[in-house]
């Protein structure tokens, strides 16, 4: 859907119809409308012709716009398609081929760094209330999601977290402390940085809702994620994504470093 978008923004900064893009290719106009809905791939030849003939001369975006058009990857969430609503695997596919991922998270823990007791905690909050089944679908396919944090080549993570969110007992004391000590241990990773927010921070005015970035393979494919209790959006326009790395930089930018965060959360988790 994202390469479909992209396509389809490089023909209208063309100028072109879809049935003049169609002529120059020598297509029908139903295909490239099919093309740009996603319901029909695209080669490699066919989308370098494409990017030709929309005088598209930046050699990067193609290049990753090729990538995507000719990814055959079958990854591990394909065993909850029809289990999952769509988003759940969307999200984590895009999390697969990020490049960096950021969250900002004011009232819980960011997913990533979520111990299984919490996030079944979290998800058991839920209205309607899940079904057994289906909740422990949801807290597996989000502990799976952390296999872009380990391994070889982990993605670079950076997380700013409110300290209403440490304070927060979504389960009880036990699995609160638990939380807290599992994100201590994450955050000593070179490729892993949190950082707090302290509640005496004076003029700070950002907290109203969550944020997550994932970097594409050139920032114009990068894309702004928001969860919402009627479901997940997935933003990717250029002026959108603008603000969203603006208010990210702002909420770091205010943060305490790595060092006095993690004290933070110690001193909070021998509080609990």
Not at 70 to 96: C, I, K, M, N, S
Not at 117 to 124: D, H, L, N, P
Not at 189 to 208: E, K, N, Y
Not at 220 to 227: C, F, H, N
């Amino acid at each position: 859907m994202r390469l479909a978008v992209e396509l389809r923004r490089l023909r209208d900064a063309a100028g072109l119809s879809s049935r003049e893009a169609a002529a120059l290719l020598g297509v029908s106009a139903p295909q490239i409308s099919q093309i740009e809905s996603g319901l029909a791939g695209v080669s490699e030849k066919r989308l370098r012709l494409l990017a030709a003939n929309y005088s598209c001369s930046d050699s990067e975006l193609i290049a990753a716009l090729v990538a995507m058009a000719t990814d055959r990857t079958r990854g591990w969430w394909e065993e909850y398609r029809q289990r999952l609503p769509t988003p759940f695997l969307d999200l984590a596919e895009l999390e697969h081929h990020s490049t960096y991922r950021c969250d900002a998270e004011f009232l819980f823990i960011p997913g990533l760094l979520q111990t299984p007791a919490y996030a079944r905690a979290a998800f058991s909050s839920r209205i309607p209330e899940l079904p057994e089944e289906d909740l422990e679908l949801r807290v597996q396919h989000r502990m799976q999601r952390k296999a872009i944090l380990v391994g070889p080549d982990p993605t670079p993570y950076r997380a700013v977290i409110h300290e209403a969110a440490l304070r927060i007992r979504v389960s009880d004391r036990g699995d609160a402390r638990a939380q807290l000590f599992r994100v201590l241990e994450l955050s000593k990773a070179d490729h892993i940085t949190v950082r707090v927010i302290p509640f005496d921070l004076d003029g700070f005015g950002g907290a109203w809702s969550p944020m997550m970035l994932a970097g594409g393979a050139v920032p114009k494919l990068d894309t702004a994620v928001r969860d919402a209790p009627h479901g997940t959006g997935f933003i990717d326009s250029e002026a959108q994504l603008g603000v969203f790395r603006t208010l990210f930089r702002r909420v770091e930018a205010v943060s305490l470093d790595p060092d006095r965060s993690r004290d933070v959360i110690h001193r909070v988790a021998k509080e609990l």
